[in-house]
């Protein structure tokens, strides 16, 4: 299976901020890397496939890079509404796996 | 628009059967595949499986023995069936669509399995 890795578990910032978080997966996976977004009480939320398109709905403030093994979501310029947990899942092959997840806290 | 709602029992006690449905709405299943998807209390997520728009499946290697997933495209809604219950199958379960990636997921059922 692969594994993916997500070495913060655990990321503070300020509203405004700049965030990048990575995954790294434990073999090349090219681009087939999405990330989601969930918020308590809400449905898990697609953001990004293919490693860097934009999911319709997500604002332009995110952004995803990456490809083969190392992967990293950014945020520009946090909102308040950008707190919450995000793993990243790779659709190479099956099984399908995710990360761990980091959970992005207000400062 | 899209929706998926789960809905099963929330306690199940051990060595018994789970069964979850996932009722869709917003497009049809056989049409989109859809996929099963758990996540222990505060832990990370575990794809189940999933059964394709053309109605055949795929099961998570690690649970298979214990997996069916089916569908009734009459009314739109995937079933999860899952035998042998353990304390450590105690999670929310998610039924989500999928293309590779989860495009659009449900709320998710917390199930409990104790006696």
């Known amino acids: 299976d692969v594994q993916m890795t997500q070495s913060l578990s655990y990321l503070a910032a300020s509203p405004g901020e700049s965030v990048s978080i990575s995954c790294k997966a434990s073999?090349?996976?090219?681009?087939?890397l999405a990330w989601y977004q969930q918020k308590p009480g809400e449905a898990y939320k697609l953001l990004i496939y293919?490693?860097?398109t934009l999911q319709s709905g997500t604002p332009s403030r995110f952004s995803g890079s990456g490809s083969g093994t190392d992967f990293t979501l950014t945020i520009r310029s946090l909102e308040p509404e950008d707190f919450g947990l995000y793993y990243c899942?790779?659709?190479?092959?099956?099984?399908?796996?995710f990360g761990s997840g980091t959970k992005l806290e207000i400062k | 628009q899209v929706r998926l709602k789960e809905s099963g029992p929330r306690l199940v006690q051990p060595s018994q059967t789970l069964s979850v449905t996932c009722t869709v709405s917003?497009?049809?299943?056989?049409?989109?595949?859809v996929s099963w998807v758990r996540q222990p209390p505060g832990k990370g997520l575990e794809w189940v499986g999933a059964?394709?728009?053309?109605?055949?499946?795929d099961y998570n290697s690690a649970l298979k023995s214990r997996l069916s997933i089916s569908r009734d495209t009459s009314k739109n809604q995937v079933f999860l069936k899952m035998n042998s219950l353990q304390t450590d199958d105690t999670g929310t379960y998610y039924c989500?669509?999928?293309?590779?990636?989860?495009?659009?997921w449900g709320q998710g059922v917390m199930v409990t399995v104790s006696s």
């Open positions: 989500a669509s999928l293309s590779g990636y989860f495009d659009y």
């Open positions: 917003g497009f049809s299943v056989t049409s989109y595949h």
């Open positions: 059964i394709w728009k053309g109605g055949s499946t």
């Open positions: 073999k090349s996976i090219s681009n087939y």
């Open positions: 293919s490693g860097s």
């Open positions: 899942q790779q659709y190479y092959e099956k099984p399908l796996t």
